[in-house]
């Protein structure tokens, strides 16, 4: 759709080296999950990573510096406004990461979760699912000019959703009613609506939540 905006992976906080750890710190992720090697290679491993965390640690700042980019920014690009975020942060190795547009009045998130999400066999943890959501909606609000916290998130999970294939998020503002955005979306494996979801969050100033997060 031409009037589509890429929400991640351009601009500043797209492909940097910090993206690129995080991105290789998942595939080690997926990995560990699924080896059997021998008790002395995972040995080995566990040396050679520790030896990298210990690399890098005299490199974290103390205290950390706010998280979040100015909140200029926020309404144009909200995914670059969560580099770190769990959902959507590319600097985040637990993050998926998901990858989000904008197709006013839809926010739309896409993923092909791994073993690292996995909750029945073979099909994604309905945690994972919320946490996905709970962002694809603040997307959908911050997109429509009315973000603020989560107050309620309700999931109707209709079917199994499974691992390994692509999965699309759509996330939308329902109505607003002074302080109040209602929202609502549905998950969709291929065709298949395999969960829909509603919100309810509180209109808070950008300025306001900003000091909330950052640290002290």
Not at 29 to 39: D, H, K, M, S, Y
Not at 113 to 135: K, M, R, T
Not at 206 to 211: A, D, G, M, S, T
Request: glycine share 10%; proline share 9%; hydrophobic share 40%.
């Amino acid at each position: 759709m031409e009037d589509s905006k890429t929400l991640r992976g351009e601009g500043p906080l797209g492909e940097d080296a910090a993206s690129r750890l995080a991105a290789s710190i998942r595939r080690l992720i997926e990995v560990t999950i699924g080896v059997r090697a021998p008790g002395e290679v995972l040995d080995a491993a566990a040396d050679r990573i520790d030896g990298i965390a210990a690399g890098l640690r005299p490199h974290v700042p103390d205290p950390l510096p706010t998280r979040y980019p100015s909140a200029g920014d926020a309404t144009e690009k909200p995914a670059d406004f969560f580099p770190y975020d769990f959902v959507l942060g590319a600097r985040n190795p637990l993050a998926p990461p998901v990858e989000v547009e904008w197709h006013d009045p839809l926010a739309v998130g896409r993923v092909r979760l791994g073993s690292a999400y996995e909750g029945p066999p073979g099909c994604v943890h309905g945690a994972v699912i919320a946490a996905v959501f709970d962002q694809i909606f603040n997307v959908a609000n911050l997109m429509s000019g009315t973000a603020g916290p989560t107050a309620r998130l309700e999931l109707r999970y209709r079917r199994p959703t499974p691992l390994f294939e692509e999965i699309r998020f759509e996330g939308w503002v329902d109505r607003v009613e002074d302080r109040k955005m209602y929202t609502a979306g549905r998950l969709l494996a291929g065709d298949e609506v395999t969960v829909e979801a509603s919100g309810l969050f509180i209109l808070v100033p950008l300025e306001k939540i900003l000091r909330m997060r950052e640290r002290p």
